[in-house]
């Protein structure tokens, strides 16, 4: 039998599998996964990254807002750098991939350039960054956004659930200050970012394909809407007498489905739903739902967004009840670099595996980092979809195709196509 | 000016009026109506009704259950009776006028014949139910049930939120023992029943008439429906992927809202919905509705439900979403007497009003009563539709009309009419 616990006879796929399964016991709950901002679990798992950077041969600190970061120097030191990496925090009851998946398989490429002695033509900086869930406080993107140079100190100020703000937290976590000059960067200093992430979505699976790359991180919107009818009495109001707030909602979230069934690039989801009174044997007098819709076109996003309002204005005006649509939330669109998304689409061609190009759905740093210069995302295959749950999963195959297809890219990553596009 | 606290220069109507503020007083609740069965505000209720029962020449009492039955002789004593009356118990946070009001017009026209030194070839009796809404104690119909005959003793032990069973709460009362034969009736005793009320609906504000009669109570079904599919983030699965559970549901609440609009004698209500996990960047994995349906036909009732069920499962294995459709209650229609109807509608016609008939889509005493003899209902326009609400209300003039028509059916009423059907 292969001694599977010697790191030189795993590959990639496995000492990443193996390296995930022991970051993800640095966690607060002892029966799940939970590792937020700044929590003594997160400082655990900072730390046990900078070792494993310092062991694949980086130069490696936790810096001023907890990200850590590692750098792997060029030919010669100090060349601009291409930045990889992901967060290290988690959700609550979180999976282990979602995230930490994306920092130990650039760890794993550097190493494994390490080990073979080679310096490429542009230094590699793995990030984890700590604050990508937004859990712990009601902020998110602390670390990518103070590495991009956007994050605005106010921010710092936010305070979590036991009134300790982020500034408090980082002075207990043992961080700099936050003036320290290394936290944001130049943008001459950096290359581009790219990420690996789980897809977090079914479209690999259901495709079968292990790999997918990014065309963007959509854009989202959020709405609360309310419709505000009669209450009545279900057996004495003839049904057309009724100004019935639930049966109004119902019809615009048939309209929303219908919308976003037949657009191109558009998802859109009403996750939340309540009926007023809320009595079995009283017509609802209001209804409020939410709305979120997604799209990696900020110009589809907002003609949906049109055409929907003006749907709901139809319905409620029809059905003579009163309408509310409040935008609560609203994020443009991170569209990942052209000539950084061929670069990595050619790897995978490389791998021998089918590119397909798939919008991010869900928010990633590169939101924050696409201030700072261009990003790409290459999506791992999940099973199920799942994310943000204990059944999150990827396959070992797809981990060492996904770190083979990193390296692979990195010998071949060509800065200055970037600045041709 | 004329002197408006006599009762001898005031109408009918006012006089009804004046004595539903009155009762209104017996309250538990301070700022708002409320006056649950036994409690000690429904006693002194009933004691004050029982007084103007006397005032109107009755012999009255508070019977076993805490019903008050007040009886007005026929020509020679014993005669069978006819029976009016309605409830003097009320919801919480309550109108003035729902059951109230159907026992003062009662207690009024009663007096008018006695007034009058008018006996009739029948004998009359008003009954103030105590228990119709079904508040403290989680059954219903109580006092008509009792003297229908209908009760099953061990309703007595069904007990309210500070445990105290009903039977405990009658001897509170102060009620004599429950086997008082004076309880239930025989049924060669009991002519008919009517009962006047007010709408509780919009239909005879709609139509522009003071009054309306009740074609049957109608039967009524609930359902809870639950809808299980697929839950998923709001951002990464595409829509041709989704099972959203809560699509499904508002899909199913427009089937019922359809159906019931199209369907005669039909009215269907989802008062309740839910979807969970409930969160706005989470596809819906289940959802879970009420489904509120009555009609005047059990069988135009039954019928809707076969038709919905299937169209639920249609839509279910459309969307492959899973159904669970459970049957939570269910209650037959109780159709009026058709020539307890027709003499009611001469009345109506006689005082120069357009006969309008109606289903009573609400629950009322006669659902009881009509297990001991032929029921018939006459509505009273309601303000707006409202009940169940201190905005609950009716006109002065729309009172008077009622009373007048009811003094003037008894002047007509021939029970041997009802016996040829």
Redesign the interface.
């Known amino acids: 039998m292969a001694p599977t616990d010697s790191r030189h006879t795993r590959s990639p796929g496995e000492a990443v599998m193996a390296r995930l399964e022991e970051l993800a016991r640095f966690s607060t709950d002892r029966t799940a996964l939970t590792r937020l901002y700044l929590s003594a679990e997160h400082k655990s798992a900072a730390k046990q990254t900078q070792v494993w950077m310092q062991e694949a041969g980086m130069e490696a600190r936790i810096d001023a807002v907890a990200n850590v970061v590692g750098r792997h120097e060029g030919r010669e030191p100090g060349l601009p750098a291409l930045l990889l990496g992901s967060h290290i925090d988690t959700v609550r009851n979180a999976g282990k991939y979602d995230g930490c998946f994306g920092v130990i398989a650039a760890i794993e490429a550097v190493s494994a350039l390490h080990a073979a002695g080679e310096r490429l033509p542009f230094a590699i900086e793995v990030i984890a960054f700590g604050d990508e869930e937004g859990v712990r406080f009601p902020v998110t993107l602390t670390g990518s956004r103070a590495i991009a140079g956007t994050l605005d100190p106010a921010t710092l100020d936010a305070m979590d659930a036991d009134r300790i703000s982020i500034r408090q937290a980082l002075q207990q976590f043992g961080c700099a200050p936050i003036d320290d000059p290394r936290v944001s960067r130049r943008r001459q200093q950096a290359l581009a970012y790219c990420e690996l992430h789980t ?5 690999l699976e ?1 495709e079968k394909l292990p790999l997918g790359l990014v065309t963007a991180i ?1 854009g ?1 919107s ?1 709405f609360a809407i309310t419709v505000e009818g009669v209450a ?10 009724r100004q ?1 707030a ?2 109004a ?3 615009m ?2 309209a929303i ?1 219908h919308l ?2 037949e657009t191109d690039q ?10 007023l009174p ?7 007098s209001s209804s409020r739902f ?1 709305l ?1 819709i ?1 799209s990696p076109s900020d110009r589809v996003r907002a003609d949906a967004i049109g055409r929907l309002e003006k749907a709901f204005e139809e319905i409620a005006g029809q059905r003579r009840v009163r309408l509310d649509v409040q935008r609560t939330y609203d994020e443009p669109a991170a569209g990942c670099h052209p000539a950084l998304i061929e670069q990595l689409e050619a790897a995978v061609s490389r791998a021998g595996i089918t590119p397909l190009r798939l919008p ?4 990633h740093d590169g939101l924050a980092m696409i201030s700072l210069c261009p990003i790409a995302m290459l999506f791992v295959r999940c099973k199920g ?1 799942i ?2 749950n204990p059944a999150e999963s990827i396959s070992t195959a797809d981990a060492d195709t996904a770190v083979r297809v990193l390296i692979d890219f990195l010998h071949h990553f060509d800065p200055s196509r970037l600045r041709a596009n």
Chains 1, 2 share one sequence.
């Open positions: 897809e977090q979505g079914p479209v259901t959509s989202a959020r009545g009495h279900a057996g004495t109001v003839p049904m057309q007498l019935d639930l049966c909602a119902a019809e979230i048939l489905e976003a069934g558009l998802v859109a989801t009403v996750g939340c739903i309540e009926a809320g009595a079995a044997n009283v017509i609802p939410t979120d997604r991010s759905g869900a928010g979809g994310s943000h």
